[in-house]
């Protein structure tokens, strides 16, 4: 059983449609939850970067996290095309651990 | 500032072949770490730095050599390539632990 479940897709949704994409995982060592975006052919950028469970929004991005269940989120409010993009959850144990553990990656596309 | 920057963007390469991955970057990080991307796995860590003459193995160490001379450079070694290195290779790096990693934009690797 991998670390980190993320459901690979391809997800594809109409322009202004709300996204869900999501991970699970067994380890509840995990205490650092991250998103990372990776746009085609490009290396991947840090998102969000949350600890705690509950909810963190920056702009139109919401990262949820519920350790209870294992499970983290991030949401997409008013997706854009721009936000068409392989989308990486990362886990850590320690805070700045150079050891993160990724989910496999949800490659979404954002129709017009 | 450039960033991180990999060369080459891409490579093909036989079985047994050597070759060196560049990675460098120009934001003064002491950190500095080499991942592989492939399809279903996620992003894994190969070896990481945490400055000039210090280096560990990640997560997927075997068949790769790492040297960490200067803060700016972080090269990886294939001694003898085999198929199964076959990925895309991203190098990152950070100032510091509580610090972001900025990814470079990668190097696609084939071995025949």
């Known amino acids: 059983q991998k670390e980190v479940e993320q459901d690979p897709g391809p997800l594809s949704v109409p322009e202004g449609a709300i996204v869900s994409l999501n991970c699970t995982y067994s380890n509840s060592a995990f205490q650092y939850f991250m998103w990372y975006r990776q746009y085609s052919r490009k290396g991947p950028e840090l998102l969000m970067y949350t600890y705690s469970s509950g909810n963190k929004e920056d702009g139109r991005f919401t990262a949820q996290v519920d350790k209870s269940s294992k499970y983290i989120s991030l949401f997409i409010r008013d997706s854009q095309p721009s936000d068409s993009a392989t989308y990486l959850c990362a886990l850590s144990v320690i805070q700045g651990a150079q050891k993160l553990v990724f989910g496999q990656g949800t490659r979404l596309t954002i129709n017009p | 500032n450039a960033g991180v920057t990999q060369t080459p963007k891409f490579q093909v390469l036989k079985t047994g072949q050597s070759m060196t991955l560049q990675c460098a970057q120009d934001m003064n990080h002491e950190y500095m770490s080499w991942y592989r991307q492939d399809p279903g796995m996620g992003l894994r860590l190969i070896h990481y730095?945490?400055?000039?003459?210090?280096?560990d193995q990640g997560e997927v160490p075997n068949g790769y050599n790492v040297s960490r001379s200067t803060t700016e450079d972080f090269p990886l070694r294939l001694l003898s390539a085999a198929p199964s290195q076959t990925s895309v290779y991203f190098c990152a790096s950070r100032v510091d632990r509580t610090d972001t990693q900025y990814f470079g934009p990668g190097t696609r690797l084939t071995v025949l």
């Open positions: 730095s945490v400055g000039a003459g210090i280096t």
